[in-house]
């Protein structure tokens, strides 16, 4: 194991998959020369030439279609969202054309693209460069859906998603970039997608998260843990497909869970967990799902309201208590 | 409105030589196979064996049959959603695009596109694509491919002239000038997006004119003449296979239907349509082949007889074909297939 940062371990499977695979090539906003606008690309210039890790002009929707169209002629592409807020102005072509592409011509196209970048909130970016964009993507059947939380995780997960012949939303965090984990050393390190992690075993309640939320649920279960309440962490690592086989395991043991994420609540994450679990596990559960997320309100600016909006270790405890029926 | 205003009885003199008495032969016998075709379709539809929505080419035919003639086997077509024609010439046969179009699985995408989606990636046939102007990107993605692997092969890229005012198009032919790909942008300009007209919606109505904003070279092209649209497409295409350089081509056409089956077209006078019959592409070709002496009126009514022919036989096909398996809805989602079991009175709430 090697300690690195979230950042360098993206940087290592971008560099990996690319010297692996000829086909595979990076292309977005600032990825080459700035050597990436939070130097996830850093040195990849270098090392592979304009050709394969390319400058884009700032046109989110044609470079998305323009990297779907070299999927289904046979390339293998990385498309980097410099913020997923922008992947907005591309959503008609990720979803009615990579998504999509498949099925509607009878599976004569595959189209292997990874739309990658920062996803959700970060610090005082007020409410156009906040947005959450997980549910949206996991709503749309052809798409796969992948959220790591740790250096190692990311890792892992780009590698299988670069590898994956399916079109993949590959969400990182900003704030998350810095964070320093250790990652394995194995030589081709790749994680598989569709299968959730326990971070932290327990077994007074789970709670269920991915990305960000993940530390917001990992520091909830610290605190808990001196006040004897034994949480399980449970990383989702991929949104879509859901790893439910894993997350029932975790149910089971349990019976009470929380989920936990960063975006608006109306058809989140939460509330498709929420009803997978009671539709499926209704037996086992011994308090309501409940679920942890922003305020219902676009991110204001102020340093004192976006904290308020934010969820926070602080929150899951209170929401850990609530279905535990403890005050 | 440019070339179609004169009455001309026969394609150009000089791009009938270039083209050839093989060629043109090749050229009416594909148009007329198109034409047939799409008039069967309109009979199909209107007696309920196909739904939803049907575009049809007809008096389009010379704009992808003159282009198409331009082409090797390893290039790459795409279109919108009039796109029976660009099928019929691309590696689809009138059986499997009647099927597609009856939701048969014999379709050329086995049911799952319709009449909006006709593929056959072997054959460099890319579709057949339903959102107005959001195909132009994955065109110039095929010409960065072609680029990335130096494979030598060109895109033709064909929309209407509705797709030019969505800003897909913009920013494709910047990144196509931008980076030198291979691409031919082909607008199928028949003066009516849905009931709205040119003149309603763009502020310049010389659409060729506007690649000079691309820094790409454009050009008008009478799209009722098939020896005109290869002559300008030809040429194109030359150009970008050895320079690397996309092109601009207006085709200034006329649809002869409405829009789609639902269009009684009250946005035109009869008068207009009646002109723009006078230089009916298929009749143009055939007084053309006939003048010349590259072809008799015994052969081209022979044709004739086959095209529709060719056009029954595939409405039978299809009639005659099944529609595909309950058990397969979840086949083509993911690479993997997704696996369903619908049984007989499933309520809602079972089927996740």
């Known amino acids: 194991m090697t300690t690195m940062s979230f950042r360098e371990a993206l940087n290592a499977a971008l560099d990996e998959e690319m010297a692996r695979d000829a086909k595979v090539f990076l292309m977005g906003e600032e990825v080459g020369q700035y050597q990436g606008a939070y130097k996830v690309s850093q040195g990849l210039l270098d090392k592979y030439g304009e050709d394969r890790v390319v400058d884009t002009p700032i046109t989110e929707l044609s470079f998305a279609g323009v990297g779907i169209g070299a999927a289904m002629v046979g390339l293998r592409p990385v498309i980097e969202m410099m913020t997923f807020n922008f992947s907005i102005l591309a959503l008609d072509q990720i979803i009615n054309n990579a998504a999509k592409m498949r099925l509607m011509s009878a599976g004569q196209y595959t189209v292997p693209i990874v739309f990658r970048g920062p996803n959700g909130p970060a610090h005082m970016l007020s409410a156009q460069h906040s947005q959450a964009t997980e549910n949206w993507y996991c709503n749309v059947p052809g798409l796969k859906v992948v959220a790591p939380s740790t250096p190692n995780d990311g890792k892992g997960l780009l590698k299988a998603a670069i590898r994956d012949d399916d079109p993949v939303i590959f969400l990182e965090a900003e704030l998350m970039y810095n964070m320093k984990g250790e990652v394995s050393d194995a030589e081709d390190y790749v994680l598989p997608l569709g299968k959730c992690h326990v971070k932290r075993e327990g077994t007074d309640v789970t709670l269920v998260s991915f990305s960000k939320g993940i530390h917001h649920a990992l520091g909830a279960a610290e605190e808990l843990a001196k006040d004897g309440v034994s949480a399980e962490v449970v990383d989702l690592r991929t949104l879509r497909p859901l790893d439910m086989e894993g997350l029932a395991r975790s149910v089971k043991k349990t019976n009470r869970v929380v989920t936990v994420e960063e975006g608006w609540p109306y058809g989140g994450i939460g509330a498709e967990l929420a009803y997978r679990i009671q ?4 037996d086992y559960l011994d308090a309501p799902v409940t679920r942890v997320t922003s305020l219902d309100v676009p991110m204001p600016y102020a340093e004192n309201l976006e904290e308020l909006v934010l969820p926070t270790p602080r929150d899951v405890i209170l929401a850990a208590n609530t279905v535990l029926y403890r005050s | 409105m440019g070339e179609t205003e004169t009455k001309q009885l026969f394609c150009d003199a000089a791009a009938t030589e270039a083209f050839g008495r093989d060629r043109l032969r090749e050229a009416f016998k594909q148009m007329i196979g198109i034409r047939r075709f799409e008039e069967r379709a309109a009979r199909e539809y209107a007696s309920g064996k196909i739904s939803g929505f049907c575009h049809l080419y007809i008096g389009q035919e010379a704009v992808a ?54 593929f056959a990636r072997e054959h460099g046939m890319h579709g057949g694509h339903g959102i107005v102007g959001a195909h132009i990107p994955l065109a110039t993605g095929f010409g960065w491919a072609s680029r990335y692997e130096k494979r030598g092969d060109v895109t033709l890229c064909f929309f209407g002239e509705g797709a030019l005012n969505q800003g897909a198009f913009y920013e494709s032919l910047n990144l196509a000038s931008l980076w030198h790909l291979p691409v031919v942008y082909i607008v199928e300009n028949n003066r009516y997006a849905m009931g709205t007209s040119l003149e309603r919606a763009s502020a310049v109505v010389d659409l060729y004119k506007k690649a000079e904003g691309f820094g790409m070279p454009g050009v008008a092209v009478d799209g009722m003449d098939v020896t005109k649209m290869w002559q300008a497409t030809q040429e194109a295409v030359d150009r970008a296979r050895t320079e690397m350089r996309p092109t601009f081509i207006e085709a200034r056409c006329y649809r002869y239907r409405g829009h789609s089956m639902s269009d009684p077209a009250k946005y035109r006078t009869k008068e207009e349509v009646a002109d723009y019959k006078q230089v009916d592409p298929v009749l143009l070709a055939e007084r053309t082949l006939h003048d010349r002496g590259w072809a008799t009126e015994e052969e081209t009514e022979a044709w004739d007889d086959e095209a529709r022919d060719a056009a029954a036989d595939a409405a039978d096909f299809a009639d005659g074909s099944p529609q595909p398996r309950l058990e397969d809805v979840g086949e083509y989602v993911y690479r993997t297939p997704l696996q369903w079991h619908p049984t007989e009175g499933t309520t809602p709430h079972h089927r996740d």
Request: proline residues 2%; positive net charge; charged residues 20%.
């Open chain 1, 279 to 282: 539709h499926e596990l209704f």
């Open chain 2, 65 to 118: 049959t003159g282009s198409l003639a331009a082409l090797e086997a390893k290039d790459h077509v795409i279109t919108a959603y009039r796109d029976h024609a660009h099928a019929l010439l691309r590696g689809c046969t009138p059986r499997d695009t009647m099927a597609e179009l009856f939701g048969k699985v014999t379709g050329n995408a086995r049911g799952r596109g319709g009449s909006m989606h006709m």
